[in-house]
């Protein structure tokens, strides 16, 4: 902005704007369920992210049990499963589409019968953490 009247002062020349980005990613579980038989000793669970990025995006994978079970149908962490080793998930930046990435988790056989076991696999991103 400029004037040739002397009596008019413009204190700010300028502004700033930012764009503030709008656009979304969707990182997701490439399977909703899994079933693995416990002599099977691994299971492998893989993330995909759906959409472009410019910058990394990660997520957070963790084990829990599922408080809405009875505790006969709980996994036991430790007995039955053991703790998810490397769970942080990085995408780097690229274009649309990216391969899927895997985590994998240890299954704990034993010889003891007993019930079928259930226990979950959570994702958050690391803001939610």
Same mark, same amino acid.
């Given at each position: 902005?400029?004037?040739?009247?002397?009596?008019?002062?413009?204190?700010?020349?300028?502004?700033?704007?930012?764009?503030?980005?709008?656009?979304? %990613?969707? !990182? $997701?579980?490439?399977?909703?369920?899994? *079933?693995?038989?416990?002599?099977? +000793?691994? #299971?492998? %669970?893989? !993330? $995909?992210?759906?959409?472009?990025?410019? *910058?990394?995006?990660?997520?957070? +994978?963790? #084990?829990?049990?599922?408080?809405?079970?009875?505790?006969?149908?709980?996994?036991?962490?430790?007995?039955?499963?053991?703790?998810?080793?490397?769970?942080?998930?990085?995408?780097?930046?690229?274009?649309?589409?990216?391969?899927?990435?895997?985590?994998?988790?240890?299954?704990?056989?034993?010889?003891?019968?007993?019930?079928?076991?259930?226990?979950?696999?959570?994702?958050?991103?690391?803001?939610?953490?």
């Amino acid at each position: 902005m400029s004037t040739l009247d002397s009596a008019v002062e413009i204190p700010q020349p300028e502004l700033i704007v930012m764009i503030q980005d709008n656009d979304r %990613v969707v !990182v $997701s579980f490439t399977e909703t369920e899994y *079933v693995v038989n416990e002599s099977d +000793l691994l #299971l492998e %669970v893989c !993330v $995909s992210l759906d959409g472009a990025t410019e *910058v990394p995006v990660s997520v957070m +994978l963790a #084990l829990q049990p599922d408080d809405q079970l009875s505790p006969d149908m709980m996994a036991t962490f430790g007995s039955d499963t053991d703790v998810l080793r490397d769970p942080e998930i990085t995408f780097p930046p690229s274009v649309f589409p990216q391969e899927p990435i895997c985590r994998t988790v240890t299954i704990i056989n034993d010889t003891i019968f007993e019930n079928d076991e259930i226990f979950l696999v959570s994702m958050s991103t690391l803001r939610d953490r």
